[in-house]
């Protein structure tokens, strides 16, 4: 039986992009938003979602990373690394030149990696976001107006779009780390080699106290363990009160992670598991 694959659509989008790069054959089913995708497969409506977690320019997608953490936990089996171009895109029939454009719409991380050509070609333009670029290509290709897309190659194609400036995200490295969630933790099967192996931990500290956080990292240190993500999140709960995401470069282990999270918890931490997965970097 083929398994149903939710992603942030519409067809066009990012999201979907990795989706077809790691899983053919599936049904794939386009969400209008991140929540919406985590809640079908809390839901049992569909088998897997994939929703985009990190970019290299913008950090964090906070959304994702916050509905996971305080509405609906769902574990992250595995992750999907994809480049990403951005590129600015307008109606066919337009023949002016970037002064011309009065409007720019896109998803909010994809207006964030352009900031800098923004800035400097179309400095006067109003910004609208969308809820993902697939939406704002599909938005431009059925307005009169002389506004334009920014997005990715295969949206312009799928909404008759003309790209009319090339690779405008502001530095040249760009990715995006997605993550594959599935409802009972089951593997996903991606037909390419994994680059490696994570695993994601949340740590809330006690109280604020001088060297927290220099004890909680000193449990990986001394078991030679690598991080390679360190971050902290507003716990909602007051100003100060913080929780860390923090990713460990190996697999979860019966040895190591117990030890690390036995340490912490007899320093008054709280430690928790989002997910131990294999890494995928995609080229597309
Ligand atoms: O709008 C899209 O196309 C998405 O898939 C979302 C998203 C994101 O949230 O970061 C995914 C990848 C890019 O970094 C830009 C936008």
């Not at 809820?131 to 059925?142: C, I, P, Q, Y």
């Not at 994570?198 to 909680?216: M, R």
């Not at 929780?243 to 036995?262: T, W």
Request: charged share 20%.
């Amino acid at each position: 039986m083929t398994k149903r694959i939710g992603y942030l659509g519409p067809r066009g989008t990012f999201t979907k992009m990795a989706v077809d790069a790691a899983f053919n054959g599936e049904e794939k089913i386009g969400y209008d938003s991140i929540p919406a995708c985590i809640d079908a497969v809390r839901d049992g409506d569909i088998a897997i979602g994939v929703v985009p977690v990190e970019n290299a320019i913008e950090g964090t997608v906070q959304l994702t990373v916050d509905y996971l953490i305080h509405q609906v936990r769902l574990p992250v089996v595995a992750e999907i690394v994809v480049p990403i171009q951005q590129h600015l895109m307008m109606r066919t029939s337009f023949s002016g030149d970037l002064q011309d454009i009065t409007k720019v719409f896109s998803h909010s991380h994809a207006i964030a990696q352009c900031r800098q050509f923004l800035h400097q070609h179309l400095p006067n333009v109003q910004i609208h976001y969308t809820s993902s670029t697939g939406r704002a290509a599909e938005l431009v290709s059925v307005s009169n107006e002389t506004i334009a897309a920014i997005g990715n190659r295969i949206a312009a194609k799928i909404y008759g779009l003309e790209i009319i400036r090339e690779n405008i995200h502001d530095f040249a490295n760009n990715h995006t780390r997605f993550a594959v969630l599935t409802k009972d933790g089951s593997p996903v099967n991606i037909h390419q080699e994994p680059s490696g192996e994570k695993t994601s931990l949340l740590v809330t500290l006690p109280q604020d106290y001088a060297g927290a956080l220099h004890q909680v990292l000193s449990a990986f240190a001394w078991r030679k363990m690598n991080l390679s993500k360190i971050e902290s999140r507003p716990m909602k709960t007051g100003l100060g009160n913080y929780f860390f995401i923090i990713d460990v470069d190996q697999p979860y282990d019966d040895i190591l992670f117990p030890g690390v999270k036995a340490e912490l918890e007899r320093l008054g931490c709280k430690l928790t598991i989002l997910g131990s997965y294999p890494v995928y970097h995609i080229t597309i």
